[in-house]
Nanobody, 119 residues
Framework: QLQLVESGGGLVQPGGSLRLSCAAS????????MAWYRQAPGGRRELVAR???????HYADSAKGRFTFSRDNTRNTVYLQMNRLKPEDTAVYYC?????????????WGQGTQVTVSS
C-alpha cells in the first residue's frame, strides 16, 4: 500500500548540511507514522527520528539539536534536515513507514540513500 523513495544523500564535509526526502506513493500516507533509520558499515540499523501522524517528533540523542524531521501530507513527503554533520553520521539512511491496517502494524521501507561525511 505504500512505496517509499528516498533522495538527497551524498558526500558532504564535516559541519555541512544535507536534506533527505522520502516520497510515498499511496493515498494513505497521512495515516502513517514515519521514521528515518540509518545503518553504518558493520553496524545495526538504528532509529534516527520518528514523526507521528500529527507531526510530533522524537529524535535519537545523536540527532537532537542537529536534525529536523518534518512531513508534508499534501506532497506525501517527509524531510530530514541534517545540519552540523559529523563523520559518524556516515551511513545508509532508510525511510520507514508504519501503518495500522486491519488491526496489524505494517512496516514499509525505502531502498536507502547513502550519506557520507568526510573531508
Amino acid at each position: 500500500q505504500l512505496q517509499l523513495v528516498e533522495s538527497g544523500g551524498g558526500l558532504v564535509q564535516p559541519g555541512g548540511s544535507l536534506r533527505l526526502s522520502c516520497a510515498a506513493s499511496g493515498s494513505i500516507f497521512s495515516r502513517a507514522s514515519m521514521a528515518w533509520y540509518r545503518q553504518a558499515p558493520g553496524g545495526r540499523r538504528e532509529l534516527v527520528a520518528r514523526i507521528d501522524r500529527g507531526g510530533s517528533t522524537h529524535y535519537a540523542d545523536s540527532a537532537k539539536g542537529r536534525f529536523t524531521f518534518s512531513r508534508d501530507n499534501t506532497r506525501n513527503t517527509v524531510y530530514l534536515q541534517m545540519n552540523r554533520l559529523k563523520p559518524e553520521d556516515t551511513a545508509v539512511y532508510y525511510c520507514n513507514a508504519q501503518l495500522l491496517l486491519g488491526g496489524m502494524l505494517n512496516d514499509y521501507w525505502g531502498q536507502g540513500t547513502q550519506v557520507t561525511v568526510s573531508s
